[in-house]
């Protein structure tokens, strides 16, 4: 059948919103890969309960992402790089460094969900620091939705109402830690290209870990190391999806789906661990991943306006 000239662009409005369908769900689906990844890390992380010294634990899980990301290394090494970018990459491999000691620190300490809860500040420090180091300009309605996340922090941990735990205080600092290293590699992604700046992050990483670990070495068992390798197995795929999700549908699709991973870490601490569900940790995270989400969607519409031409533009 032959379609009239007026029911042509419905038709192809159409099957561009079929084809846009069909990648939001790749992308959805992709990003609860990447959920499911991150909570399995922190599942095993959670398994060894502090068996073995945080930085220790750390290193050897590094050391088996170096072997992954060996055939990237190596070239950018040869290739070398200037002097500044250099210091960048040492600045974040220190900053890592602090953030992931801490974090293994406090998943030895306080149940997977207020982990995974309290690491939803690591985009609330990257849009503050953007703002504050970059340059980067904040709405009102940006800053309201940092208060918000910010509120959910408070309900989750519930300063004065119950004791804040050592591991509560490692997470946060691991959040700010994080989302310092995240702005560094957003600038370094100007520098060279992604691959190389997680390749090297994992080389700097593993260097700054080297001497930590060393102070507090205990003989692992096979078993352990065995675990560690399958964290950095499980690390690698989640930022594999990651990039996948990214590249197939927009953040405003995928970014909400990132609040199942507190679902599931309070699940997997239900039932694997025995933790109690805590109503307010997924209040306070449910708060903090809606403000997030938010701030993606006013700035996937800003760039929406600031590339899309007024009308009469084109014309002439």
């Given at each position: 059948?032959?379609?009239?000239?007026?029911?042509?662009?419905?038709?192809?409005?159409?099957?561009?919103?079929?084809?846009?369908?069909?990648?939001?769900?790749?992308?959805?689906?992709?990003?609860?890969?990447?959920?499911?990844?991150?909570?399995?890390?922190?599942?095993?992380?959670?398994?060894?309960?502090?068996?073995?010294?945080?930085?220790?634990?750390?290193?050897?899980?590094?050391?088996?992402?170096?072997?992954?990301?060996?055939?990237?290394?190596?070239?950018?090494?040869?290739?070398?790089?200037?002097?500044?970018?250099?210091?960048?990459?040492g600045l974040?491999?220190?900053?890592?460094?602090?953030?992931?000691?801490?974090?293994?620190?406090?998943?030895?300490?306080?149940?997977?969900?207020?982990?995974?809860?309290?690491?939803?500040?690591?985009?609330?420090?990257?849009?503050?620091?953007?703002?504050?180091?970059?340059?980067?300009?904040?709405?009102?309605?940006?800053?309201?939705?940092?208060?918000?996340?910010?509120?959910?922090?408070?309900?989750?941990?519930?300063?004065?109402?119950?004791?804040?735990?050592?591991?509560?205080?490692?997470?946060?600092?691991?959040?700010?830690?994080?989302?310092?290293?995240?702005?560094?590699?957003?600038?370094?992604?100007?520098?060279?290209?992604?691959?190389?700046?997680?390749?090297?992050?994992?080389?700097?990483?593993?260097?700054?870990?080297?001497?930590?670990?060393?102070a507090v070495w205990?003989?692992?068992?096979?078993?352990?190391?065995?675990?560690?390798?399958?964290?950095?197995?499980?690390?690698?795929?989640?930022?594999?999806?990651?990039?996948?999700?990214?590249?197939?549908?927009?953040?405003?699709?995928?970014?909400?789906?990132?609040?199942?991973?507190?679902?599931?870490?309070?699940?997997?601490?239900?039932?694997?661990?025995?933790?109690?569900?805590?109503?307010?940790?997924?209040?306070?995270?449910?708060?903090?991943?809606?403000?997030?989400?938010?701030?993606?969607?006013?700035?996937?519409?800003?760039?929406?306006?600031?590339?899309?031409?007024?009308?009469?533009?084109?014309?002439?």
């Amino acid at each position: 059948m032959i379609l009239p000239p007026a029911a042509i662009p419905a038709k192809v409005a159409a099957m561009q919103m079929d084809r846009q369908t069909r990648s939001d769900l790749i992308g959805i689906g992709w990003m609860v890969a990447t959920g499911l990844s991150f909570v399995a890390v922190n599942g095993i992380v959670r398994w060894l309960d502090g068996a073995l010294p945080a930085s220790q634990a750390a290193f050897i899980r590094f050391c088996f992402g170096l072997v992954f990301l060996g055939p990237v290394l190596a070239p950018a090494l040869r290739a070398g790089f200037s002097a500044p970018v250099w210091r960048l990459m040492g600045l974040r491999g220190a900053l890592h460094v602090a953030a992931v000691v801490a974090w293994f620190y406090a998943m030895s300490r306080i149940p997977i969900a207020e982990v995974t809860a309290i690491g939803y500040l690591n985009p609330i420090v990257v849009t503050i620091g953007a703002a504050l180091f970059m340059g980067e300009a904040i709405s009102s309605r940006r800053i309201g939705a940092i208060c918000v996340a910010i509120i959910g922090a408070v309900i989750v941990l519930r300063p004065g109402i119950r004791e804040i735990d050592p591991g509560h205080l490692a997470q946060i600092a691991a959040a700010v830690c994080f989302g310092a290293s995240y702005l560094l590699a957003k600038r370094l992604s100007a520098l060279v290209s992604p691959a190389v700046v997680v390749a090297m992050m994992s080389l700097t990483v593993t260097i700054g870990l080297a001497p930590l670990a060393w102070a507090v070495w205990v003989p692992p068992t096979l078993a352990q190391i065995g675990w560690l390798g399958l964290v950095a197995v499980f690390a690698t795929l989640g930022h594999y999806t990651m990039a996948r999700a990214f590249a197939a549908a927009p953040l405003t699709v995928t970014q909400p789906v990132t609040f199942l991973q507190l679902i599931w870490a309070a699940l997997l601490g239900w039932f694997v661990f025995h933790e109690p569900l805590d109503g307010w940790v997924i209040l306070g995270g449910g708060l903090m991943i809606g403000a997030i989400s938010y701030i993606t969607w006013r700035e996937a519409r800003l760039r929406r306006r600031a590339v899309t031409p007024p009308v009469g533009a084109t014309k002439g």
